[in-house]
Nanobody
Framework: QVQVVESGGGLVQAGDSLRLSCAASGRTFTNYLMGWFRQAPGKEREFVAAISWSSGSTYYADSVKGRFTLSRDNAKNTVYLQMNSLKPEDTAVYYC???????????????????WGQGTQVTVSS
């Protein structure tokens, strides 16, 4: 059974940094993407970033490009989202999810991701 578990959220001030972790288990993820999404109160879930397990290729939303960085540890089946220069508008629940590749859908489409974690809260105060 596939499990995806996020951790690392918390309350920080604007300009601070946080590192989120996403640990996946239950299958071999060689031909998978790991994506991060976030959802703020009253808003739709939005794409943040994604990384290919096999190639390490990364994809970022324009809103986080230059501030957030993805990395992976294949031996631990864990993906890390380093978030720097955090802003109050980054406040949301952050979710990690898996997606088979290749797929016709964009990496930013939530519909292509099959297994999701429970989410971790990130709150950035001004």
């Amino acid at each position: 059974q596939v499990q995806v578990v996020e951790s690392g959220g918390g309350l920080v001030q604007a300009g601070d940094s946080l590192r989120l972790s996403c640990a996946a288990s239950g299958r071999t993820f060689t031909n998978y993407l790991m994506g991060w999404f976030r959802q703020a109160p009253g808003k739709e879930r939005e794409f943040v970033a994604a990384i290919s397990w096999s190639s390490g290729s990364t994809y970022y939303a324009d809103s986080v490009k230059g501030r957030f960085t993805l990395s992976r540890d294949n031996a631990k089946n864990t993906v890390y989202l380093q978030m720097n220069s955090l802003k109050p508008e980054d406040t949301a629940v952050y979710y990690c999810a898996t997606s088979r590749t290749p797929q016709a859908m964009s990496v930013m489409a939530a519909g292509r991701y099959d297994y999701w974690g429970q989410g971790t809260q990130v709150t950035v105060s001004s």
